[in-house]
C-alpha cells in the first residue's frame, strides 16, 4: 500500500482543514489534518497499527485514487492511461485551415495583412474541399466516432466562406448518413462574423464561435488592426451582440506586457453587454513572440527549424490561438503557454465577473496525445495538432495518401512523443503530460521535452482548493 504520486494537498487553515486531490483520479475531498498524516504513515510503511477508524477512512481513500497497491500498478495505469486517451475513439476531431489570409494585421502573427502576405497566403479551393470531405468520410468509417467535431480556422476562416460552407454542408451529410453528430466551432477574429453566416451554419451543427479580444477597446485597436490601422473593437462587438443569441460565445485574447493590465475593463466591459450571458467562457493567453524582448514569465517564442537554425518561418500566431483539447465549446487549446503571475490574475479577474474559465489545472493532455484529432492545412497537408501547422516540414501526412520520406519521418516523431516519461514524480502529469510540444520545439528545439509550468498550476490549484471549500 502506497500513497499515490499524484495527490496534490492544499492546507486550508481557515478552516482548519486540507484540500485532498489526485490528479488522476480527478478526486477532490476536503478532509481534517489527520488525514494527510495518515497519509504520510503509509509512506512510512505503516500497516500494523491502524484502528478500525483509520481504515474504514484508509478504505475511501484507496476508492479514490489517494491510495494505491504500488508504485509500479500506479505507472502502469498511467501508460494505460495515455494509451486510452491516444486510441480513445468517442470523438472524432478535425481542424481545418481553410485559408492562410487573413484581413487583420497583428503586429505578432505571421499570418495577416502584412506587406504582400495575403497575395502568396494559401487558400483552400472547392476541389479541395471536396478532397478533404472525402478523407474525413473515410476517417469516420474507420474510427466511427460517437461525435464529430469540426472546427473552421485559419488564417481567417470567414475569408473562405465558399469552403467553410461546403466542408459543413457536406461533413454533416457524411455524418448523418452514419448517425453520426457533427457539431461545428469556428476561430475567427469576428469582424466577418454575421447573423447570415450564423444562419447558414447552424443547421449543420454549429456549436460555438470563439472570437479574439486583445484587450480593452483601445488596446484591442492597438493589438488587433486592420492594415490601414483603423480599428476593429466596435465591429466585433456589434457582431457579437447580433449573434449572441443564436450561438454560444468564447472569448479567448492574446496579451503581452503592455496589454495584460487592460483586460479587467475589457471584463467590465463584456459583463455589461447585452450578450454577457451568451459568452460560455473565455480564455486568455501570453502572446508568443520570437523577439529577445519577451517579458520574464511569458514563452518566449524562438524559432527553430528542424536543423536548430533560426526558422524564417516561425510557428508564432497559430499555436495561441487554436490547438489543444479542444473538447469544450468554442474549441481552441487551453494549454500552450502561460505567463504564470499574469494568467493566475487574469484568471481570478474573469471569475469575478461571472464568466467560467479553465481552472488551470485540468490542462491536458492536449489533442497531440490522440490519434484521432487531425489538423489539415489549405493544401491538404496534415498536422498533428494546429501549433506546428506554420511549419509545413513537420506535415505528417496528406489527405491524398501519398507517402513522402520526411512526412513519414515526422509522423514517427509524433507518434513517440512522451515528454511527460522525462517528468519524473511530479503530481501533475496526469493533467498536463509534460505540457506543450510547440513550446518545446520552439523554445529548445526538442518537441519532446517537458514544457513545464508547474508553478502556474500549483498557484492555480490554490485557487481551485479555496473554490472548492467555498462551495461546500
Ligand atoms: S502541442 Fe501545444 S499547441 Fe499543440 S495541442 Fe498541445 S498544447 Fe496545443
Ligand atoms: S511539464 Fe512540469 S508540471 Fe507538467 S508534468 Fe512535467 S514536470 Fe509536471
Redesign the pocket.
Known amino acids: 500500500m502506497q500513497p499515490s504520486m499524484f495527490n496534490v494537498q492544499v492546507p486550508l487553515p481557515e478552516r482548519n482543514e486540507v484540500f485532498l486531490m489526485n490528479t488522476f483520479s480527478d478526486a477532490q475531498l476536503l478532509v481534517s489534518a489527520d488525514v494527510p498524516a495518515l497519509l504520510e504513515r503509509v509512506a512510512a510503511g505503516g500497516g500494523d497499527d491502524f484502528n478500525d477508524e483509520e481504515r474504514e477512512t484508509l478504505r475511501t481513500l484507496a476508492e479514490n485514487g489517494f491510495v494505491v497497491t504500488s508504485r509500479d500498478a500506479e505507472r502502469r495505469g498511467l501508460e494505460e492511461f495515455f494509451r486510452s486517451v491516444r486510441e480513445d475513439r468517442d470523438q472524432l476531431k478535425v481542424t481545418v485551415l481553410t485559408t492562410l489570409q487573413c484581413n487583420f494585421a497583428c503586429d505578432y502573427c505571421f499570418q495577416g495583412d502584412h506587406g504582400d502576405y495575403n497575395l502568396f497566403a494559401q487558400k483552400m479551393t472547392l476541389d479541395q474541399a471536396a478532397q478533404v470531405v472525402a478523407w474525413i468520410e473515410a476517417r469516420l468509417d474507420v474510427v466511427r466516432p460517437q461525435r464529430f467535431t469540426l472546427t473552421l480556422f485559419g488564417g481567417e476562416p470567414l475569408l473562405n466562406l465558399p469552403a467553410a460552407y461546403y466542408l459543413a454542408e457536406q461533413c454533416f451529410r457524411a455524418c448523418e448518413a452514419r448517425g453520426i453528430e457533427q457539431a461545428i466551432t469556428i476561430i475567427t477574429n469576428g469582424l466577418l462574423l454575421t447573423e447570415e453566416v450564423v444562419d447558414r451554419l447552424l443547421p449543420f451543427g454549429l456549436a460555438g464561435v470563439k472570437i479574439t479580444l486583445d484587450g480593452d477597446r483601445d488596446t484591442h485597436n492597438r493589438m488587433r488592426p486592420l492594415r490601414g490601422k483603423q480599428g476593429t473593437f466596435d465591429r466585433i462587438i456589434e457582431n457579437m451582440r447580433r449573434v449572441g443569441p443564436k450561438v454560444p460565445l468564447v472569448v479567448g485574447g492574446n496579451f503581452d506586457e503592455t496589454s495584460a493590465d487592460s483586460y479587467p475593463a475589457l471584463l467590465d466591459f463584456l459583463r455589461e453587454q447585452s450578450f454577457a450571458d451568451d459568452i460560455v467562457k473565455v480564455n486568455f493567453k501570453p502572446i508568443i513572440k520570437s523577439t529577445q524582448s519577451t517579458p520574464p514569465g511569458v514563452i518566449r517564442l524562438t524559432p527553430v527549424a528542424a536543423d536548430g537554425r533560426p526558422n524564417p518561418n516561425p510557428l508564432n500566431g497559430t499555436c495561441m490561438t487554436s490547438a489543444g483539447a479542444g473538447t469544450s465549446i468554442g474549441g481552441g487549446c487551453d494549454s500552450c503557454g502561460f505567463a504564470d503571475e499574469k494568467m493566475t490574475f487574469l484568471r481570478a479577474e474573469t471569475r469575478k465577473r461571472g464568466f467560467y474559465t479553465p481552472d488551470g489545472v485540468h ?2 493532455p492536449c489533442e497531440l496525445h490522440s490519434r484521432h484529432a487531425y489538423t489539415i492545412g489549405p493544401d491538404g497537408s496534415l498536422y498533428s495538432c494546429p501549433g506546428f501547422t506554420g511549419e509545413p516540414s513537420l506535415s505528417v501526412g496528406h489527405i491524398d495518401g501519398r507517402h513522402e520520406g520526411w512526412r513519414a519521418a515526422a509522423a514517427g516523431r509524433f507518434d513517440a512523443l512522451a ?2 516519461d ?3 514524480d ?4 496526469p ?5 506543450c510540444s510547440v513550446a518545446s520545439h520552439t523554445e529548445l528545439g526538442d518537441m519532446n521535452a ?5 508553478a502556474s ?1 500549483e498557484a492555480a490549484l490554490v485557487v481551485l482548493a479555496h473554490s472548492a471549500a467555498a462551495a461546500c
Open positions: 490542462m491536458g515528454p511527460y522525462k517528468c519524473g511530479c503530481h501533475f502529469i493533467v498536463c503530460a509534460g505540457g517537458p514544457s513545464c509550468h508547474k498550476m
